[in-house]
């Protein structure tokens, strides 16, 4: 039900984007999605990957202070309102999203990234809402 | 002014009454001080050989740690019941180093920085304003007692608050400033951009500065601000010593006058610990022979100085030492405060998330001291509000030890640079001004 996300802390510095890349890229580790914010003095890169795995131990090896993090894919439909639709089962169950990025955005479909303050109830309260959420395997299926 | 007459006594005079003093501490912290009792013993001296200043080498020198070791009260001189007050400032890591004064050390006290204060031209016509932090520094307390024994209206107002600090100036009539040398020239700035031109708009015509070197080119960047007219001349002390008032410059600014009655500066080879002859440049090390609650003696300043034994044309005869060059230690002075990397190392090794290896960027911007540590993030983290706690974590804990605010920068692991020999993890990249 969760899928893993690889996260790296870069330091804003340039070429320090351009180095996890090119680790990820020796590794042949492909990347899904991403998000990057612009803030001054460091930045968080969160990724679904193709080898989440692989490409955390790579990162490691070359000094990087990389982790996975469980993460939540929900699959939604390209239609006005469903992610509200969602956030409101979320809001109502007091549990607060830290954060949210785009899976993907092809055919009619708008699938979505979020960690949730609660992952486990967070889960459960999505699927018993009938909310569909990808796991790493369908990612691995559709997206690569 | 000369304010004392032991200012202009002959050589010989003063020899002869540091003698006297100098017999009279050695023989009192041989009976009360126990810790340098078992160094005299160790070094096989006993007050009875102190016969001539020469002998003064003789005797075992204190050092910080010595102050460590003993902390709080362990060299004190005095029963708790006796002392009237006590600071302290930073110690190389953990404890501070504590000092304390009876009644008459705190007159003694006094009488030093009314004659420091006095040769950098204060008067009881002046209206000073004491911009050191008040609290357990003694800079602050020191001046503040010193300028008001001569007469001088006092302005407590601290350090901070830069904008209130040119309003008091210019609607008290401020003549005296007493401040840091990095902060007196931010106060200058502060007040350009403000639109005052203390030059025209502020009657302040005389800096006491110190805590802090005062370079050359710092005080001709003073006059720029503060105008041509303007006398800025630095003193020297620290807390271990009594604090402000060991010495300072008269208006000729050739040298920091000794207050010879009270301290005796030797030079010596600070790896040797041999005396150095007069005028050659070594480690400072003063020998308190005036002070009952703390009279350390032969304590190692760790100031790299020289001393000057010509009479002064201000009228002085006694000793000068020049403004200081360097430390033999790597103690930092960061906006007038002491800080040695080995405060800063003890916290960061206390915090597990990051790694062992940092280091130490310092760095001067609109003349204030920036502290800027880098350290290695060794636990991942993948939340903003997580990197953001741990680095709020990291300053507090800084803050606690040092009382300064420092930056810190987060990196991945191994980006520091790593050593083999003796780490090198502080850039002191400070300009002269």
Known sequence: MFIKQLSVFIENQEGRLEEVLDVLKQEEVSIISLSLADTSEY????????????????????GFAAMLTDVLAVKLSHQVGKLQ??????????????????????????????????????AELLKSKEVELYSQDDIMKIFC | MIWAKEETMSRDEIEALQLERL???VTRVYEKVMPYRRKMEEAGVKPADIQTLKDLSRLPFVTKQDMRDNYPFGLFAVPKDDLVRIHASSGTTGKPTVVGYTK??????????SRIAAMGGATSKDVAQICFGYGMFTGALGLHFGLENIGAALVPSSTGNTEKQIMYMKDF??????????????????????????????????GLVGSELLTEAMR??????????????????????????????????CGMHVNEDFFIPEIINPKTGEVLPPGEKGELVITCIYKEALPLIRYRTKDVTRLIYEPCKCGRTTVRMENLDGRTDDMLKIRGVNVFPSQIEEVLLGIDEIGPHYEIIVTRKNHSDILEIRVELVEPVDAYRKL?????????????????????????????????GKAQRVKDLRKEV
């Open chain 2, 23 to 25: 017999k009279e501490t």
């Open chain 2, 104 to 113: 008459k050390d705190l007159d003694v006290w006094t009488e030093c920085v």
């Open chain 2, 388 to 420: 953001e706690a741990l680095e709020k974590k990291i300053k507090q804990k800084l803050r606690i030890v040092l009382g300064l605010d420092a930056k810190i920068r987060l990196e991945s692991p191994n980006t520091l640079q790593r050593f083999e």
């Open chain 1, 43 to 62: 930045g968080l890169l969160r990724m679904i990957t193709s080898n989440p795995e692989a490409g955390q131990k790579a990162l490691k090896e070359k």
């Open chain 2, 220 to 253: 001709t960047e003073m006059h720029k601000l503060w105008g041509e007219d303007m006398l800025v001349t630095s003193n020297y002390g620290m807390s271990e010593l009594m604090g402000p008032g060991v010495s300072g410059e008269c208006e000729y600014l």
């Open chain 1, 85 to 122: 639709e969602v956030l409101s089962h979320v809001c109502k169950a007091g549990l607060n999203v830290e954060y949210m990025y785009a899976l993907s955005n092809k055919d009619n479909e708008a699938s979505i990234i979020c960690k949730i303050s609660n992952g486990d109830e967070a």
């Open chain 2, 173 to 206: 009539g401020t003549t005296l400033l007493v401040a840091t040398p990095s902060y007196a020239l931010r106060i200058g700035e502060v007040a350009h951009q403000m639109g005052i031109d203390p030059r025209k708009d502020l009657k302040v015509k005389i």
